[in-house]
């Protein structure tokens, strides 16, 4: 329950923090070009996240990146002294327990049983998860499709989808989460 709780609040942070903007967090010269291709923020995800450690530029511009869409409902505390949604610490000690090997093939196997057509419209990206035998490269993968689909793995995750992420915007925001272990 408290994993749903943090993707709903990823989610609307991810989502509501960008209205008005253009969601692109890629940095440019003075004369409006694109950074240089070393660039964590323009290499392609695969470059950076196939067995290479998060650089500090790509922690940095994930920082920047949680902090204009995820910080107003992970970070900080409402009047009542509650977040909106988990902490990236809670989520850090939870979500590597529900994504254990045999926990998450129960979890797909119980959405395959109940709501089948919802899972067929979602198998690739569970297949994507599933297919991780790391924890580690299971978690990457995991929030990888949860930035990109709140709901890929949970019908009733109330996160909205997370507006104006580029797949590096994805890759800089999970190194910055995991930065946090």
């Given amino acids: 329950m408290s994993k749903c709780w943090l993707l709903v609040v990823l989610a609307l942070v991810l989502s509501g923090c960008d209205q008005g903007g253009t969601g ?3 940095k440019q010269d003075p004369k409006g070009a694109q950074s240089k ?18 650089g500090a530029d790509q922690i940095a511009a994930g920082k ?3 902090a204009q869409k ?10 009542d002294g509650k977040r909106l949604g988990p902490s990236i610490e809670t989520t850090l000690n939870t979500l ?12 797909v196997t ?3 049983t109940l709501n089948r057509k919802y899972y067929d419209a979602k198998e690739p990206a569970i297949t994507k998860v599933v297919a991780e035998k790391s924890a580690d490269g299971r978690l990457k993968e995991w929030l990888r499709q949860y930035l990109e689909d ?12 997370v507006a104006g992420l580029s797949p590096a915007d994805v890759e800089a925001t999970i190194a910055y989460i995991l930065s946090h272990r």
């Fill in 24 to 26: 692109d967090a890629k």
């Fill in 37 to 54: 291709a070393g660039d964590a923020t323009t290499q392609p995800a695969a470059a950076v996240t196939n067995g290479a450690a998060a």
């Fill in 64 to 66: 920047a990146l949680f």
């Fill in 70 to 79: 995820c910080q107003l409902c992970h970070m900080p505390l409402d009047s």
């Fill in 96 to 107: 590597p327990k529900e994504l254990t090997e045999a926990a998450y093939q129960q979890r």
């Fill in 110 to 112: 119980a959405l395959k």
């Fill in 150 to 161: 709140p709901k890929f793995d949970d019908p009733k995750n109330t996160m909205a989808r």
